[in-house]
């Protein structure tokens, strides 16, 4: 079975840019949950992804969405880049509630903001 | 509001020595999940191990075991025989929420373990 994917791997980009990150979950699995993760604040969640509706959504501005499609795969979007959203960006899916069963992680997308 | 805290930032052993990562969360709900996570210097997290909150069993699964108190709010893991594989930061998460609700999952900020050969 395949695991979670990402694409792209690695991402430049400069202030005021917008970006689209991509994620394929495991194939069956219905929830996609995206984090970002930085030095300084660990693991932080952005939002959840259930049957193309939006389950929940993290302490993040309005510059940071997302959607996801039919066959599950999700994208988000980050418009107007600053400086402090470079990060690595993790998407995880899950069978269902990404609340209450395991997570299966992809490796990442590292975003730098120049 | 949810809150994980993992007070240890890094642990350094050395090889076959035991070490326990401590867990304490804080939740208003009365059902909620723990989770333990390993993200290995490759990057891509791991699940190690989910429990609810009305099972309060200890669990054991070779080197690794869980120890959950729900008094203390704590849900500790501890690696026997610590081998460098397990080098790694391990994340402490929770969720809450009634059953079939959307929570979303808070981590700790991880403790960095380095197990030196």
């Known amino acids: 079975k395949a695991g979670v994917t990402q694409t792209p791997r690695y991402l430049i980009k400069t202030r005021g840019q917008q970006v689209t990150l991509s994620c394929s979950p495991i194939s069956g699995h219905r929830s996609v949950s995206w984090y970002q993760q930085t030095p300084g604040q660990g693991l932080q969640f952005l939002f959840e992804?259930?049957?193309?509706?939006?389950?929940n959504k993290g302490n993040f501005p309005g510059r940071f969405s997302g959607r996801q499609f039919s066959n599950s795969r999700s994208e988000m979007n980050v418009s107007t880049l600053e400086l402090g959203d470079s990060a690595l960006y993790l998407c995880?899916?899950?069978?269902?509630?990404?609340?209450?069963?395991?997570?299966?992680f992809g490796p990442g997308t590292r975003l730098t903001v120049l | 509001a949810q809150k994980v805290t993992q007070a240890q930032t890094e642990i350094s052993v050395v090889e076959k020595e035991d070490v326990t990562l401590d867990c304490v969360y804080e939740?208003?709900?009365?059902?909620?999940?723990l989770f333990w996570y390993k993200q290995p210097p490759s990057g891509e997290l791991v699940f190690l191990i989910r429990?609810?909150?009305?099972?309060?069993q200890n669990e054991i699964s070779g080197r690794y075991s869980w120890n959950f108190q729900k008094s203390t709010s704590s849900f500790n893991f501890t690696i026997t025989a610590s081998q460098v594989v397990d080098s790694a930061v391990y994340f402490c998460?929770?969720?809450?929420?009634?059953?079939?609700?959307?929570?979303?999952?808070?981590f700790g900020t991880g403790t960095k373990l380095q197990v030196i050969p």
């Open positions: 998460a929770l969720s809450g929420g009634v059953s079939g609700g959307y929570q979303k999952v808070t």
């Open positions: 429990r609810n909150s009305f099972d309060e």
């Open positions: 995880a899916s899950s069978l269902a509630a990404s609340g209450i069963y395991e997570q299966f």
């Open positions: 992804y259930f049957s193309e509706t939006q389950r």
């Open positions: 939740t208003r709900d009365t059902t909620y999940y």
